[in-house]
């Protein structure tokens, strides 16, 4: 079956540190950009940034650009979203999502999402 | 950056009914739209790219139609599973992807 695995929720404080995981399998995980997507409470849906798992080629939404490291282990199909300080307004489902790279490519594929909750 | 705004925020409609939600974007993106589904609990779900291409799995009661900055996402009869929020999502451009706020899809 064509999936993506995410990792389960997480609650952490602030100035904490957290990686959150997304084990793809089914498909070649190394052809395909992988994105991560967050939605806030009550919110719509906004693109962190995405990476190539191949070589690890990484692109950022500038807005989120130094709040989050996105990275890839080829080896194991997995690939990671991680914040070295939260913030309570970290607090979110992050997705994420394989890239089809038709134009500028959209999303066919969706992991089940990770809550992240950051509160003293 | 390209701004996408869906109407109605929500549509309330009737089982057996036709849902017609849009899709508009502040700059022209040809075709280059997607919509998406969203079950409360649930990951968003890829309806249709394309502005019209309905995607692997999806039943023809959804169809997509729309060009540059006018776009329709139409649910020919709404059945129960069908009440989520949709969304839609411009790819014009490379690294510039965004998406509309959402509708809200509920039984009347």
């Known amino acids: 079956e064509v999936q993506l695995v995410q990792s389960g929720a997480e609650v952490r404080k602030p100035g904490e540190s957290l990686k959150i995981s997304c084990k793809g399998s089914?498909?070649?995980?190394?052809?395909?950009?992988i994105g991560w997507v967050r939605q806030m409470p009550g919110k719509g849906l906004e693109w962190l940034g995405i990476i190539y798992p191949r070589d690890s080629d990484t692109r950022y939404n500038p807005s989120f650009q130094g709040q989050v490291t996105i990275s890839a282990d080829r080896s194991i199909n997995t690939a990671y979203l991680q914040w070295s300080s939260l913030k309570s307004s970290d607090t979110a489902m992050y997705y994420c999502?394989?890239?089809?790279?038709?134009?500028?490519?959209?999303?066919?594929?969706w992991g089940r999402g990770t809550q992240v909750t950051v509160a003293s | 950056e390209i701004v996408m705004t869906q109407s109605p925020a929500t549509l309330s409609v009737s089982p057996g009914e036709r849902a017609t939600l849009s899709c508009r974007a502040s700059?022209?993106?040809?075709?280059?739209l997607a919509w998406y589904q969203q079950i409360p609990g649930q990951a968003p779900r890829l309806l249709i790219s394309g502005a019209s291409t309905r995607a692997t799995g999806i039943p023809a009661r959804f169809s997509g139609s729309g060009s540059g900055t006018e776009f329709t996402l139409t649910i020919s009869s709404l059945q129960s599973e069908d009440f989520a929020l949709y969304y839609c999502?411009?790819?014009?451009?490379?690294?510039?992807?965004?998406f509309g706020q959402g509708t809200k899809v509920e039984i009347k």
């Open positions: 700059q022209t993106i040809g075709n280059n």
């Open positions: 999502a394989r890239l089809v790279v038709v134009a500028a490519g959209f999303f066919d594929l």
């Open positions: 089914g498909y070649s995980f190394t052809n395909y950009w």
């Open positions: 999502q411009q790819y014009n451009n490379w690294l510039t992807w965004t």
